[in-house]
């Protein structure tokens, strides 16, 4: 990827991962070749280094979510983080309930956490989502009980961006008496995050979805690590209060910290930069292709877009558009392509699922770049729907 001398691609790929901030990185050296103390040998000034740049990262991303830093647990990203909410509350539950309830568009890793209870008797339930990948009122009423244990629902879709209605989800679950989990890794440091207004029970966060290094996360337990009945997963010296053990990844720990230092003061400004970005490159794609959005108009991640362009396969546009960086938003894992769920779920045909494509416009992007990355991806599409229409 480090081609000399060849013209850097448009990156809009930022759902997936987006670039680690340059301050961030200058912040995390020092702990890999000075500062390589490890936080739990506190009987040195190493050690007690480390776990003061622990407690201070802790601070900063619990300032980012409007809570208190002894609410925060470190672990290896969104993915364990929503593995260690819903395994955790299921295995540790005091009640005989028996229902899970997700919505029918959550990530892989909250589905199938979800899968793995089934397969230990818990009864499973998919929420449904309207067209605009809303789960309605009506569907969490019809579906939520008093033999509900815990409901999980994303605060932000990784591929349509549509932003969930969290409050009142949560509400209805907390009226059946049952845990509400939100999976943030999308909306953290996008979209203001106020812990005190949403009434989550718990919610996961990663750092490279917000300017951070990858392999590093944070669950959130409302009211401290042990007001929850969460068993750990992983095991051992007792780390994070013993719900997540393993040496903790100082550098990254600290890189997380300063991005949501970073997000918390630039959310604003960068929100509506991207959002007039994304709005100005999806308009002009619609006017030049027959491009059709998906996901919700308002209630959106700033820098999302996704796509369905007739007659326009997603992998070959993806494939022959060397220019500018994007994908499907579903990754296909086992070789045989299956189209997306989330796409499927608001109602698009197999047909429509295979034309659609996702960008996501992030902080280094530059201005111009939402016109320049609009044409390529047209000019490239008009050529292909031509071609396959003979
Ligand atoms: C909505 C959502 N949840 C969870 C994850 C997993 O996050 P991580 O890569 O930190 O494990 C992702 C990443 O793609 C995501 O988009």
Not at 41 to 58: C, K, L
Not at 332 to 339: D, F, H, M, V, Y
Not at 354 to 370: I, P, W
């Amino acid at each position: 990827m480090s081609d000399m001398g060849e013209q850097k691609p448009i990156y809009l790929d930022n759902h997936a991962t987006t670039r680690c901030d340059p301050r961030v990185v200058n912040a995390m050296l020092p702990y890999f070749s000075e500062d390589y103390g490890n936080s739990a040998s506190t009987v040195h000034r190493m050690g007690r280094f480390a776990d003061s740049a622990i407690q201070d990262a802790r601070g900063q991303i619990a300032d980012l979510i409007h809570c208190h830093s002894k609410e925060i647990i470190f672990t290896s990203g969104a993915t364990e983080s929503n593995n260690l909410a819903i395994l955790g509350i299921a295995r540790g539950r005091k009640s005989p309930r028996k229902k899970i309830i997700v919505s029918a568009i959550e990530h892989k890793s909250v589905l199938n956490a979800a899968f793995a209870l089934q397969e230990e008797g818990f009864d499973l339930i998919r929420l449904p989502v309207d067209s605009d990948g809303s789960v309605t009122e009506q569907a969490a009423r019809d579906f939520i009980d008093e033999d509900t244990l815990l409901v999980s629902v994303q605060m932000a879709n990784n591929e349509i961006g549509t932003i969930q209605d969290i409050q009142w989800l949560a509400e209805i679950a907390h009226e059946n008496g049952a845990f509400f989990h939100c999976d943030g890794a999308q909306a953290a440091g996008k979209i203001d995050i106020n812990i005190d207004n949403l009434n989550v029970d718990l919610l996961s966060i990663s750092a490279h979805k917000m300017y951070g290094p990858k392999g590093i996360g944070v669950l959130f337990t409302r009211g401290g690590p042990y007001a929850k009945p969460l068993i750990p997963i992983v095991r051992g010296g007792g780390q994070e209060y013993g719900l997540r053990s393993g040496t903790h990844n100082v550098p990254a720990i600290v890189g997380m910290g300063l991005a949501a230092k970073i997000a918390k003061e630039e959310m604003l400004d960068e929100a509506s930069r991207l959002h007039k970005m994304r709005d100005e490159f999806e308009t002009k794609v619609i006017e030049l292709t027959d491009a059709s959005r998906n996901g919700a108009q308002v209630k959106r991640l700033p820098g999302n877009s996704n796509l369905t362009i007739a007659n326009v396969d997603a992998d070959a546009l993806i494939a022959t558009t060397p220019g500018v960086i994007f994908s499907t938003g579903s990754a296909c894992n086992t070789g045989a392509p299956e189209p997306s769920y989330v796409l499927e779920a608001i109602g698009l045909s197999r047909l429509q699922a295979y034309n659609t494509v996702r960008f996501c416009f992030g902080r280094f992007n530059q201005l111009d770049e939402s016109t320049i990355a609009a044409e390529i991806i047209s000019k490239r599409a008009i050529e292909i729907a031509r071609d396959a229409m003979g």
